[in-house]
């Protein structure tokens, strides 16, 4: 027994500085293999606050475009938000074809943003600070460009749902989406 | 590591801690302790509590982030922990069997305490905020059962609510109350979701009080006596904070076999079924940490001098872990361990067994000869502490002390010490 508490109070020091060197390289790989352990017990905490299964599996919309007449906008939801549908007519969709994109805050060519030049997909959040833009229901205010207007901050979109005026930096996002069919597509 | 050097960070250190002495007092407590140099790994368990209580704080917000406290939601957002949330099942499993980790520890150092004497002066208020944290544990733990709304959860909390009942003239108001209504049902998951969540954090504020206290006057120690000088102790940092380390690897791979391989092997099957009003399951046994004090309610089978049996095992009940409070008062030795306490040794591990016996009666269904072994059981448990303790303290002769710890760690002093 006094064996042991003596060797305690020695340190276990090996002679010279051989076993400082000897200690400090434990001391070194237990801290890293105990870090490394931390990282891995502490993920499963952050993970599960990322979305859940069931929450994914609500991740796709399927919409049926076949009753959308031409100039009707509609809204559904995805993942919570809105998606903007604009079934546009021919001038709409000649207006955002027009533009010179230099001049755009968010260049981006009409033809890089909707699949199908007639059917323009949004989502309808404004990229300033998350409101829903006007522009969907019948008499709304949709800004100068004949596309979108936020009427928190003043934010314009154009026919292609670009940025043109006010405190937004991008256009509305495009959303992943692909036609099922000539009328149906799957947002998501 | 003393605040002693002149660079910048010390500046700084020495600036704040002028103002609030955050570092010079983390030091003090930690660096300079002086501990007892003769602990064993039973005074492990102390530090162990501490880092399951963090973990079931840790693992329990998680968990609130997912979970429904409504009586139709309830259960089924417990099973979207288990399916859906990512690791939901392991942040589930944990907070579960961490459960019962936590009353293991805490009841090994209870009985720790119990055997070296650590209840003695002047440590008298350091045990009695144990006994205060023992009781809020499972208060905490029973509110927790109730929350996944399963069958037992409903039973569970029908039972023990209905313990007030027993309460003369009041009774029967007083469970209302609890309730919210006329039966356990949405209120009363409301509230015990609210509690669940508050009291740990009021167990974490008497943890403070229990460590100031502890820092007071220090460990005890497996040979019983006080600390005389520098030779007697070794600085906590890094002496103990290494051997709470190793203890804590060992912890931590035990409580991993139970989480990874064997996660429903302490909680009860009826408890995936969902709760139902109508139906009392065939068999009610509470979790295996609340059984050793199930077994004492339900062993009063008789009316005592015209008072109801149900009374008087409720009384009896509740008797069991207050009659903790008084133990540094009941017991009259002035020695602390065990170790020199010959008598005191002995009846010591009958209340081991006697607790274990009890523990198993409160997990069989009450017939037949379970009935007497409970009697007899709790008859000695209280007989222990009552009669036993006050009386061996008298009678028994203690065993020399050893002069000092150092001599006896050290053996530099020929010394009668312990019985190694």
């Known amino acids: 027994m006094s064996d042991v508490a003596q060797s305690q109070v020695s340190h276990g020091h090996g002679p010279g500085h051989d076993g400082e060197t000897r200690r400090d390289f434990l001391t070194l790989t237990a801290t890293a293999v105990g870090a490394v352990g931390a990282i891995c017990a502490i993920w499963p905490f952050v993970d599960s606050l990322n979305p859940a299964k069931d929450t994914l599996a609500l991740s796709t919309t399927d919409v049926d475009l076949s009753p959308i007449q031409v100039g009707q906008r509609l809204t559904v939801a995805w993942r919570g938000k809105p998606v903007f549908i604009d079934h546009r007519p021919p001038d709409e969709i000649k207006a955002a074809a027009d533009v010179d994109i230099s001049t755009l805050r968010d260049p981006q060519t009409d033809a890089q943003r909707a699949q199908k030049p007639e059917w323009l997909i949004v989502v309808g959040v404004c990229t300033h600070l998350g409101c829903i833009p006007l522009g969907q229901k019948q008499g709304d205010d949709r800004g100068p460009f004949g596309g979108w207007f936020c009427p928190c901050h003043g934010s314009v979109y154009d026919t292609s749902a670009r940025i043109r005026q006010g405190p937004a930096p991008l256009n509305l996002e495009v959303p992943a989406y692909k036609f099922t069919s000539d009328t149906a597509i799957t947002i998501g | ?420």
């Open chain 2, 1 to 420: 590591m003393p605040v002693t050097g002149t660079g910048r960070t010390s500046r700084i250190i020495r600036w704040i801690d002028y103002r609030l002495p955050f570092v010079a007092t983390v030091e003090h407590e930690l660096y300079e302790y002086p501990t007892p140099r003769n602990l064993n790994y039973w005074w492990n368990f102390g530090s162990l509590a501490g880092i399951i209580l963090v973990i079931m704080i840790v693992s329990g917000i998680v968990l609130a982030m997912h979970y429904t406290p409504n009586t139709t939601l309830a259960f089924d957002s417990v099973e979207r922990i288990m399916r859906d949330v990512n690791y939901g099942w392991l942040l589930r499993y944990i907070h579960m069997n961490g459960a019962s980790m936590f009353f293991v520890i805490v009841y090994i150092h209870i009985f720790r305490g119990l055997y070296y004497g650590s209840y003695k002066y002047p440590r008298e208020l350091l045990w009695m905020l144990g006994v205060v944290i023992l009781l809020l544990m499972m208060a905490t733990a029973f509110m927790g059962y109730v929350l996944p709304w399963g069958q037992m959860s409903y039973w569970g909390a029908t039972v023990i609510t209905n313990l007030f009942s027993a309460i003369p003239v009041f009774g029967q108001k007083i469970v209302t109350l609890l309730w919210g209504g006329f039966t356990v049902g949405n209120p009363t998951l409301n509230r015990f979701f609210s509690l669940h969540y508050l009291l740990p954090f009021v167990i974490v504020a008497v943890v403070g009080l229990h460590l100031i206290a502890l820092h007071s006057h220090g460990s005890n120690n497996p040979l019983g006596i006080d600390s005389k000088g520098p030779q007697d102790s070794i600085p906590f940092h890094p002496y103990y904070t290494i051997k709470d380390m190793f203890g804590l690897m060992v912890f931590l791979i035990i409580f991993s076999i139970f989480v990874f391989f064997m996660p429903n092997l302490l909680g009860d099957p009826q408890n995936y079924i969902p709760a139902n009003p109508l139906q009392t399951p065939p068999d009610i046994a509470p979790e295996w940490y609340f059984r050793p004090f199930y077994a004492i309610l339900r062993s009063m089978t008789f009316n005592v001098l015209g008072i109801p049996s149900k009374l008087i095992g409720v009384i009896l009940m509740f008797a069991s872990i207050l009659l903790l409070f008084v133990v540094p008062w009941l017991d009259t030795s002035r020695v602390r361990s065990a170790t020199f306490r010959p008598i005191y040794k002995k009846i010591y591990w009958l209340l081991v067994l006697d607790v274990v016996a009890l523990g198993y009666v409160g997990a069989r269904p009450p017939v037949g000869s379970t009935v007497v072994i409970g009697q007899i059981a709790t008859f000695y448990y209280f007989f222990h502490f009552l009669i036993l303790i006050p009386l061996v303290g008298k009678i028994e002769r203690p065993r020399p002390l050893p002069t000092s710890i150092g001599a006896a760690v050290l053996g530099s002093t020929a010394v009668a010490a312990g019985d190694d």
